[in-house]
């Protein structure tokens, strides 16, 4: 107990911050994600377990985002209208064409927007910062928060287009771009002028090794990130969780999984909890899913999509879900620690050991809303309902690291997802993302 409230003090250091995420973290599938109304819950015990780290889990995404600030300010003293969010997306957008181009339009975990850039040709400025030219879930929207945190943009709201670029940011740019010297002109020089004078863009190799998102950084680009992952450990709480945290997963063995049976040496006993707890309340949320899936699946080849609640939890599937879901959900309030706002984690999983399966059923489906839907005391399709439930239908595609590398890394099951994104990023810190990511392409849908 007095762990507990310990926990719940230093908790107090750790805000969950918003730096302008419009969303909650999650996996593939932004379209058809299920947040639950747990999005807020779902920050908090990703803040707890990496502070700062935001979605970002691989080095590129960090520089691409930088660049794209660093040259929003460049123009911004020549036109007070530039948007720092529209450059950002433009230059991802032209990072991911220029690396498509040279790997044939395959699929991969650190590209999106294939069906969209498919085909296009000849690029200027104005058609990459056309709004529906690209994806609606840019992999920028997963560093706004790392941006401020390592400090390699200033902020004065929390807005992405309040960003400017600091010294470290532009030392990043610099250095991951050093070598690269397309027509004679810095990276950042070559770019000012396509979007000065709306020229076609060359997919020149130099061009293309500055941009792309599947050749790693420069050395010293990798070092300066690593750096400040680390920096001000010795003086802030959070600083110090994420710098424990990537010495931990660098230790990690794939060939050895880590467990929840003892706690790493690298984490203190604090860490380390809530860590446990958040991988407790993941659980239960992802149990939920499952009872909705299985409901959805059920509904999918009928004539007319409908059910009622007390036929859902008649079926067979439906009360195999919702035994696990009660199994995890007690898990939880096992723990009687809860650092969400609200305690709103609470809330949701005493909802999920109902002892009446028909209220939990419209629990779920009243937080769900999207893809299902309560009417009276029937469920019917929601927006975005599908006839194939388990598919995460989206025009994104790969959007994060895909299910197969998730089930790779070798932390303790259940653990929160900036976790597994650290694992990749200390991977490519370390310039072996790319011969990680490869293991699994058989796997990969293209």
């Known amino acids: 107990m007095a762990n507990n409230q310990h926990s719940r003090e230093m908790r107090g250091q750790f805000p969950t911050l918003q730096w302008g995420l419009l969303g909650p973290e999650h996996l593939a599938g932004s379209r058809r994600t299920r947040t639950l109304g747990l999005g807020a819950a ?7 377990a990496v502070p700062g780290l935001g979605g970002v889990w691989f080095a590129k995404q960090i520089y691409l985002a930088t660049l ?36 044939g339009w395959k699929s991969d975990a650190r590209l999106r927007g294939r069906r969209k850039l498919s085909g296009k040709d000849d690029l ?32 004065g709201s929390q807005r992405f287009n309040s960003f400017r670029c600091t010294e470290k940011g532009k030392e990043l740019v610099k250095k991951a771009t050093s070598k690269y010297k397309p027509y004679n002109c810095t990276v950042e020089d070559y770019l000012l002028k396509r979007i000065r ?74 860490h380390w909890d809530d860590l446990r707890l958040g991988a407790l309340f993941f659980k239960a949320r992802d149990a939920a899913i499952e009872v909705l899936n299985a409901i959805e699946a059920a509904m999918a080849p009928l004539a007319v999509p409908k059910l009622t609640a007390d036929a859902a939890h008649k079926l067979s599937p439906v009360q195999t879900t919702l035994k696990e879901l009660r199994k995890a959900a007690k898990k939880f309030l096992n723990e009687s620690d809860d650092p969400t706002e609200g305690h709103m984690a609470t809330i949701f999983c005493r909802e999920c050991t109902e002892e009446d399966s028909s209220a ?18 029937d469920i019917l ?19 994060g690291p895909g299910a197969g590398n998730v089930g790779r890394i070798p932390t303790p099951d259940g653990i929160s997802e900036r976790i597994r994104n650290l694992y990749l990023l200390n991977l490519d810190l370390q310039e072996q993302l790319g011969n990680f990511l490869k293991q699994s392409m058989p796997n990969e849908v293209a």
């Open 42 to 48: 779902v920050r908090k015990f990703n803040q707890l």
């Open 68 to 103: 794209g600030v660093l040259i929003a300010d460049r123009l911004r003293s020549e036109d007070d209208n530039v948007k720092a969010i529209e450059i950002a997306n433009a230059i991802e957008a032209l990072a991911c064409w220029c690396a498509f181009s040279s790997n």
């Open 124 to 155: 200027t400025f104005t058609q990459l910062r056309q709004p529906r030219f690209y994806v609606t879930q840019p992999m920028r929207m997963a560093t706004v928060e790392t941006l401020v945190d390592l400090g390699f943009v200033k902020s």
């Open 197 to 270: 004078d709306d020229g076609s863009i060359s997919n020149t190799p130099e061009l293309r090794d500055a941009l792309s998102p599947l050749v790693g950084l420069q050395d010293e680009a990798l070092d300066l990130i690593r750096n400040r992952i680390k920096e001000d450990a010795g003086r802030c709480p959070e600083a110090a969780r994420r710098k424990n945290a990537l010495e931990w997963v660098n230790s990690l063995d794939v060939k050895k999984p880590a467990g929840w049976e003892a706690k790493p040496d690298k984490l203190d006993v604090h």
């Open 360 to 377: 939990i059923i419209r629990y779920l489906v009243q937080r769900d809303d999207r893809v299902l839907r309560m009417v009276g005391n």
């Open 381 to 399: 399709p929601g927006a975005a309902f599908s006839v194939q439930p388990q598919a995460e239908t989206s025009d994104e595609e790969d959007e």
